[in-house]
């Protein structure tokens, strides 16, 4: 009797081992969404970020002719992104952030921008938005999770901003 329960919980480990691996080395995304104000053109972009088993990007399109905010990641290589992947197996995950919250459109002369986000269960470990290109400006959001909008205000041009995730 012993041995068929060893036997069966052999055979369980075995089976379910290579699930428990995959599901600890599973990639995610999420998504983030810049919102301006509505003033006739595109009032909102939407980024994707995350980790999976290779590295992916997408570039980001061209700039439309009308609108009142902006987003973009920026790659390592400085290619403007819609959709940047990093592969799996670092301790840390950074992804720069590109906001333009005042657009090209309007009369004001700054503009507000609300970035918006989801991370639920879906993400790993923490998230913290970081402000500057080098995450130097400081934490402004110390746990996405917990937190999950941001409001940028500008004048005009891009601010920066690092997305940091741990697992």
């Known amino acids: 009797m012993k041995r068929k329960i060893a036997l069966l919980f052999t055979m369980i480990f075995l089976i379910a ?5 995959a599901d600890s080395a599973a990639g995610w995304s999420a998504v983030i969404r810049a919102t301006g104000q ?16 290779v590295e992916e990007s997408l570039s980001a399109p061209p700039a439309p002719p009308e609108y009142s905010v902006k987003m973009e990641l920026i790659g390592a290589d400085g290619r ?32 507000t921008a609300t970035l918006i986000w989801d991370l639920g269960n879906a993400v790993p ?11 130097s400006g400081g934490i402004l959001v110390g ?16 601010q920066y901003y690092q997305l940091v995730c741990k697992p």
Do not use: E
Request: glycine share 18%; aromatic share 6%.
């Open 17 to 21: 081992a290579p699930v428990m691996a």
């Open 38 to 53: 509505d003033l006739g053109g595109v009032s909102s972009y939407n980024v994707v970020f995350g980790v999976g088993d």
């Open 80 to 111: 403007r992104l819609a959709k940047q992947v990093q592969a799996l197996g670092d301790n840390q995950y950074v992804w720069t952030v590109a906001v333009d919250p005042r657009g090209n459109i309007g009369n004001a002369a700054s503009g």
């Open 125 to 135: 470990g923490n998230c913290a938005l970081k402000a500057g290109k080098t995450g």
């Open 143 to 158: 746990d996405m999770k917990a937190v999950s909008s941001y409001q940028v205000t500008g004048s005009g041009g891009n």
